[in-house]
Every structure is written in structure tokens, then in C-alpha cells.
């Protein structure tokens, strides 16, 4: 529930400028919310958009009003939350959970079925960054329609930035992978370097070196499908265990090894900097000896 009390400099203005201008509200929510008995009162009245505020007035908002429930089965499982609010969570995903159902997979369990459990049969699930099936670590998901919409803008900024540490195969160049990505013509999953792609850009900076691999730190600046994993191939270095862009051995490892160990955003309520970590996971630190 959100609340504000006009005061003289908003007085005049109507609630769909409230709500679009001072709390951020996407035309597709602001829609729901004014179709809606319930979410949208003026001194516990309901009232639509176009009304027009006094000072003094107490607008309320029902955020919940407007949330369409996710029809996902929910699914019982251990999620292992790193930060929990009212408006938000963070979640550290393991390997091979995915994020979402797929079409190929319709029956397995995903993250995405898991959050409906945990947050109850009529939740809606918001991820705002999704991990493939075999990345481990940080993702965010927010409880309703507006928080996700807020997060999702801040994506690719300095407001939310994620970052990511892989165990490849070699040793890139430090510095900035700046190669478009498309579609792989003959794949349905695959991606590719592609001049007439879409933009996609990677900051690389080697930590460790041992036995053939290295340690690398990855800070993607846009979000392009596989993009990390794209990227780090197209320089030579796939990840060790990519069995799409690299060589699989499930001897080494049975995933990619890719782990989202850094997560830093703009809580878009409170306006709080959250910084979250997440330790690089066993299998990828069998890989190479960290320990000097």
C-alpha cells in the first residue's frame, strides 16, 4: 500500500500525474489500478485518474489490486534468500535450477516456481535478472508490478550492476569485449558474434591463474542472451564446461562455470544502496587454486 497527503504544491494535480510522475507507475499498471475497485482511493473513496487533488487529500494506492497471480504451480523447495523486504527479495540460485519454465522442459521444477511457493499461492513473480540453468548466485525479484518495473529500468546502470566471476579455459586480455551478438541461424538456443547484432559489451579483468584456466571477472554493460559466455569464446577463452560455446567435461565441472557473485542496486523505495555477495561456489573453485 502506498499512501501520500497532498500538500500545497501538488494540490491541482490529478492522480494519474501522482502516479506516473511522483511514484513512477508504467501506463499498463496505472491502467490496472484504475480498473480496479480497490486501488485507487482519495480519503477512502475510490476515485479515477483523472480526479483532481486538494491539499490535504490522502491518496492511497493497492498495489495489490493490480497484481495479476503468476499461473505457475508453486513448487516446495529450500531457497536460499539473501535479502528480504516488503518489496523485494534476493535469492542465491544453484545450478542446474532455471529461472523460468521452458517449453522443452515444461515439467521441471524452476526458481520461478519455487518464489510462488514461498510467497504464497496467489503471488505474481516478478525476476528483474534471470540466470541461465547452470548459473549459480545472485538474482533479484520483486513483490509487486511497480517494484519490478522500477528495477528493470535501472538495469545496465549505475543503479544496478551485477558482477559475475567465470573459471575459463586460457587467459583473456583485460579490458572491454565490445562484440555485437544475434541469433545462431541453426540453433534454436544458440547465439553468436554477429556484426549486425545487437550491441553488447563486457568488462573482463583476469584474477587468477592455474593449470590452464583463469579466474576471471566479468561486469556485463548490456544483456544479451549468453552474452558472458558469447563474448568469452569469441576471445578464445570459453568457459570451462560450456557445453554450447566451449568443450564439455563433466569430469571438471557439470555446468558452465559461471556464478553471479556481486550484486549492487538503488533500492527504488527507500533509495538505500544494497550491496550483496555471494562466494564463488565449490565446483568452480576445484578448478583453480585460489590459495597463494
Request: proline share 6%; hydrophobic share 40%; aromatic share 4%.
Amino acid at each position: 500500500m502506498l499512501e501520500l497527503v497532498v500538500t500545497r504544491a501538488q494540490a491541482g494535480r490529478t492522480v494519474k500525474s501522482i502516479l506516473k510522475g511522483t511514484w513512477g507507475m508504467s501506463t499498463a499498471l496505472v491502467g490496472r489500478l484504475k480498473r480496479s475497485e480497490t486501488g485507487l482511493t482519495v480519503n477512502g473513496q475510490r476515485v479515477f485518474t483523472s480526479a483532481v487533488l486538494r491539499e490535504g487529500d490522502c491518496l492511497r494506492v493497492d498495489l495489490a489490486a493490480a497484481e495479476v497471480p503468476t499461473d505457475l504451480d508453486p513448487v516446495p523447495m529450500a531457497l536460499d534468500v539473501r535479502y528480504e523486504d516488503e518489496h523485494l527479495l534476493v535469492v542465491n540460485k544453484p545450478a542446474p535450477l532455471a529461472s523460468i519454465p521452458s517449453s522443452l522442459v515444461p515439467d521441471e521444477p524452476t526458481l520461478a516456481g519455487g518464489l510462488k511457493h514461498y510467497l504464497g499461492e496467489g503471488a505474481s513473480i516478478h525476476l528483474v535478472n534471470r540466470l541461465d540453468r547452470g548459473t549459480t548466485g545472485l538474482m533479484a525479484a520483486a513483490k509487486n508490478a511497480w517494484v519490478h518495473d522500477l528495477l528493470r529500468r535501472q538495469l545496465h546502470t549505475g543503479d544496478f550492476q551485477r558482477t559475475y566471476l567465470a573459471v575459463c579455459v586460457g587467459t583473456p586480455v583485460d579490458g572491454r569485449i565490445d562484440l555485437p551478438i544475434g541469433r545462431d541461424p541453426a540453433s534454436a538456443i544458440k547465439r553468436r558474434i554477429d556484426p549486425l547484432g545487437r550491441a553488447a559489451v563486457t568488462d573482463c579483468r583476469v584474477l587468477e591463474q592455474a593449470a590452464g584456466f583463469s579466474l576471471v571477472e566479468l561486469t556485463p554493460r548490456t544483456g544479451r542472451t549468453h552474452q558472458l559466455r558469447v563474448h568469452l569464446a569469441a576471445v578464445g577463452c570459453p568457459l570451462a564446461g560450456d557445453w554450447l560455446y566451449g568443450a564439455e567435461d563433466r569430469t571438471l565441472i557439470a555446468r558452465p562455470a559461471l556464478h553471479a557473485a556481486r550484486l549492487e542496486l538503488t533500492h527504488p523505495v527507500t533509495k538505500k544502496r544494497l550491496v550483496l555477495e555471494e562466494d564463488l561456489p565449490e565446483d568452480m573453485r576445484k578448478l583453480i587454486y585460489l590459495e597463494h
